[in-house]
């Protein structure tokens, strides 16, 4: 008998005949049929030609043709592990999300990633780290879907496919491979400013993480929670390192890259294997649910901003830690499909416009990604919550479906005809009112694109600005567009005039002209620790 092995849900399962086979004395074909050799192709006479009939000889040169699949559009290279998420209660009076029950333990699938390099780029590049949870809750798969820098480069979804293409290599040399040191990005960024923040955060030593385990996390959206009573309240997630925070610097990274291209997998395989299990606890900021969801002056709904802790401190609700690598990189960390709007009852979106394009787009890329409809039948994407649904048919079907009559009602399949429906559903299970004109207008406060840069740069210590300002030259000295150049350091004057002169001198440009500057969009000053509203009350 095949000796038990994890399957890729954590789950023990017996081994796949296709792993019994690489240590069997004896191989067979993928219908089971033992072979004598599978070293020798079939040939006529001992100097061939090759004979078509060749079963095996084209069943094995056919597979290994398909063994790829669409590396994905973004966050192509990453790395995963398993673990388990224990909540320590603290979220029950504000969310009913069973997940957040004090003690639940709930299976979790986390990778981590770059954004722009490709499959087989380097680790330590300057870029932004994804950070996606799976949590296998027993009420539906929740995916929290996020990045370890807590604002993003734009507002809207619609410019997703601009970003993405300004960041990506250039379209005639396909370099730079994996760093944002290129006339596109350039660019974009100084052209589309609401990007400023972001950015900055990636010019700055978080651009660099030390490893996946000292990165934290950020949902980067606000999200929606309800509790048993129906009231709503909103949050923005964070995950918080127990090794905390910690970067490499430029050179440092660039030995890296050049030395041990695989340097953060490596490090996070290595850490759980030798039993050093990384972890981090998730907290929320919590903030009252009001009609223009807003907070001390902060536009919850804006992705390029954040609400500084010292005006809503991050409250523990649970630690997560992983305690398992993979058992197959392709099955898993390749395979895993997250998606923001897998989402558990107790848990919503807001309309924030980024998140809801973002609604759209990951089941959209994952169909072509992954081949058809039915990648959630894969043993990585499996929910661990029963799933009964009325999805049929579609390429890589595996579930053979029993019945006549997968519609509601039905009177033909036994049970109720009519769909009951659950109490306790998930995805809006509170009503939220929606109003207003049809319009492509966005908010006043959506044009305020410097001001939280301008919070982060003067955040950092001395020597962190030192690192942003040298990074910044040594970004823009790679554009090859003199006017591209002039134009980083005149954005910086919107930020700090001393930056902006700092990356001009490095650069041999001329200083830009000063800009007024217009206060940080944070009402109060930011030394003074704001209104706290706690999750027990
Ligand atoms: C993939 C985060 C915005 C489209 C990812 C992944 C992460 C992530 C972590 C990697 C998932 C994995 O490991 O498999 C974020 C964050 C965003 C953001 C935090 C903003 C706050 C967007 C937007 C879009 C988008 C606005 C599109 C409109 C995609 C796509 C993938 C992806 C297409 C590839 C998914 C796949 O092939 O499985 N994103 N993203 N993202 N993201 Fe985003």
Not at 187 to 208: C, K, P, Q, Y
Not at 507 to 531: F, K, M, N
């Amino acid at each position: 008998a095949a000796p038990a092995m994890r399957s890729a849900t954590g789950n023990p399962t017996q081994a796949e005949p296709s792993s019994r086979a690489q240590r069997s004395t004896h191989l067979t074909t993928a219908q089971g049929a033992r072979l004598a050799t599978t070293d020798h192709s079939l040939r006529a006479g001992e100097r061939g030609p090759v004979l078509l009939q060749d079963h095996h000889l084209r069943e094995k040169i056919t597979h290994f043709d398909h063994e790829r699949i669409p590396e994905r559009v973004v966050h192509a290279r990453g790395a995963a592990a398993h673990g388990v998420f224990r909540a320590n209660g603290a979220a029950t009076s504000i969310c009913r999300a069973a997940v957040f029950q004090d003690g639940k333990e709930t299976d979790v699938f986390v990778r981590f990633s770059t954004v722009l390099g490709s499959r087989g780029s380097a680790d330590a590049v300057r870029d932004t780290r994804g950070f996606a949870v799976k949590f296998y809750t027993d009420e539906g798969t929740w995916d929290l879907v996020g990045n370890n820098i807590p604002v993003f480069f734009i507002q809207d979804a619609i410019k997703f496919p601009d970003i993405v293409h300004a960041g990506k290599p250039h379209p005639d040399r396909e370099i730079p491979q994996a760093q944002s040191a290129h006339d596109t990005f350039w660019d974009f960024v100084t052209l589309h400013t609401e990007a400023t923040a972001h950015t900055m955060w990636n010019m700055s030593d978080r651009g660099i993480p030390r490893s996946y385990r000292m990165m934290e996390g950020f949902g980067v959206h606000t999200f929606r929670m309800s509790n048993h009573d129906g009231e709503t309240t909103l949050v923005k997630f964070h995950w918080k390192p127990r090794l905390g925070v910690h970067s490499m610097v430029w050179e440092e990274a660039q030995i890296t890259n050049g030395m041990d291209p695989d340097f953060h997998r490596r490090d996070l395989a290595d850490a759980i294997e030798s039993g050093a299990y990384p972890q981090w606890d998730l907290g929320v900021q919590v903030f009252p649910d009001t009609e223009d969801q807003m907070f001390e002056g902060i536009d919850l709904l804006d992705p390029t901003k954040i609400v500084p802790e010292e005006l809503a401190p991050v409250q523990i609700i649970g630690t997560m830690t992983l305690n398992a690598n993979p058992t197959n990189y392709f099955a898993e960390t390749e395979q895993v499909a997250f998606h923001p709007g897998h989402l558990a009852p107790g848990i919503d979106v807001t309309a924030d416009p980024l998140l809801q394009g973002r609604l759209f787009s990951y089941l959209d890329t994952q169909i072509s990604r992954l081949g058809g409809p039915n990648f959630a039948q894969l043993p990585i994407n499996r929910p661990h919550a029963p799933v009964n649904d009325m999805l049929r048919d579609g390429m890589h079907q595996t579930a053979v479906h029993t019945g006549v009559a997968p519609y509601k009602p039905n009177s033909l399949d036994g049970g109720c005809p009519f769909f009951a429906g659950a109490q306790d559903g998930a995805l809006i299970d509170v009503p939220v009112e929606i109003q207003g004109k049809a319009t492509r207008q966005k908010p006043a406060s959506f044009e305020d694109h410097f001001s939280q840069a301008r919070l982060f740069y003067r955040s950092l210590a001395p020597v962190e600005q030192e690192h942003t300002a040298n990074a910044y030259a040594f970004e823009l000295a790679k554009c090859y567009e003199p006017v591209i150049r002039q134009r980083g350091v005149n954005v910086l004057s919107n930020v700090d005039q001393e930056l902006a002169e700092s990356v001009a001198a490095k650069l041999g440009l001329p200083a830009p002209e000063p800009q007024q500057l217009e206060p940080v969009a944070t009402s109060p000053a930011l030394s003074q620790v704001g209104r706290e509203w706690p999750l027990d009350g």
